[in-house]
């Protein structure tokens, strides 16, 4: 288990810190498409994720959500490290984008290892910092880019993300992360298509 730590978290934690995370937390496989993390819920545990993608999603009062940011291999999420702090209820979705291998930190272990390890501490703030300037670039994605120009920025992410060019997901799926309607992502997927960039398939979409 702690090799398994290490590899998810090159240089990022100290030995002691490494035996304690494999003694307290528990490791958990989840499919692609599971809910992890559901509003109003109170989360109990932090995530370390090991293996996988993870969707943070923001719902409004009408029921859609839109997309904050991935969770990939080596991070934690910041809205769940602020509702273990503060002990509110969850106001975000995580759902599993890809199959998932992570572990559940006990929240009352984050405050007695962030006075016990400088390594925890930095850890804790770098993610809240990263997660706080993907939010930002959501933010400004949706004040100053067109639909053209996010759902460009999508495409990529996810082949990123992924590590393949054959991105699985329906147009309906796309516009719920975009906040739009399908019917604009089926238009823009087509433009895209004309102008070579990808190639629609039945079940899949092929970057090209």
Known sequence: MIEEIRAGYP?????????????????????????????GQYIKNMPL?????????????????????????????????????????????????????????????????S?????????????????MMEMLESIDSIAFKNMDQRLEIYIKNKVKLLGSKHIFTTHQEIADDLHTSRVVISRLLKKMENNGGIQLHRNFIEVL
């Open 49 to 113: 994720l090991l293996k996988g993608s993870i969707k943070i999603l923001r719902p409004d009062n009408d029921g859609f959500e839109l997309l904050l940011y991935h969770l990939e291999k080596g991070d934690t999420c910041a809205m769940t490290l602020s509702c273990c702090m503060g002990q509110k209820k969850s106001e975000i979705h995580a759902v599993t984008e890809t199959a998932v291998k992570l572990l559940m930190v006990p929240i009352e272990k984050m405050e007695e290892w």
């Open 115 to 131: 006075r016990k390890y400088r390594s925890w501490r930095n850890f804790v703030f770098d993610s809240y910092h990263d997660r």
């Open 11 to 39: 240089n990022q934690f100290e030995n002691d810190l490494l035996e304690e995370i494999a003694q307290t937390a528990r490791l958990m496989h989840f499919d692609a498409g599971e809910d992890l993390i559901m509003p």
